[in-house]
Nanobody
């Protein structure tokens, strides 16, 4: 059974860092594109960062470029999102999602569209506040 569990959220001060983990089971990361998405209260869900299944093509939302880094540990079946220089506007519930059919054509927004992802975790809250 395919499972996705996020962890690592919490309260972080502005300018601080945290790392989110997306632990997966029941499927092989080599065959799934993985994405991190977020949704803040009253706002639409947005794709934050996504990583392809084999050649590590990565996409980042413009507002997080240079601050967030997505990575995969195949041996641990885990995908990480390192979040640095956090800002209050990064406050949201962060979701990890997986899909075997998304075909990245490059580091483009099209590889990070939430409606294209089939499998989702329950999310982890990240609050950036002093």
């Amino acid at each position: 059974q395919l499972q996705i569990v996020e962890s690592g959220g919490g309260l972080v001060q502005p300018g601080g860092s945290t790392r989110l983990s997306c632990e997966t089971s029941g499927f092989n990361l080599d065959y799934y594109v993985i994405g991190w998405f977020r949704q803040a209260p009253g706002k639409e869900r947005e794709g934050v960062s996504c990583i392809s299944s084999k050649d590590d093509i990565t996409y980042y939302l413009d507002s997080v470029k240079g601050r967030f880094t997505i990575s995969r540990d195949i041996a641990k079946n885990t995908v990480y999102l390192q979040m640095n220089s956090l800002k209050p506007e990064d406050t949201a519930v962060y979701y990890c999602a997986a899909d075997p059919t998304v075909v990245p054509l490059g580091p483009l927004p099209t590889m990070c569209v939430g409606n294209e992802y089939e499998y989702w975790g329950k999310g982890t809250q990240v609050t950036v506040s002093s």
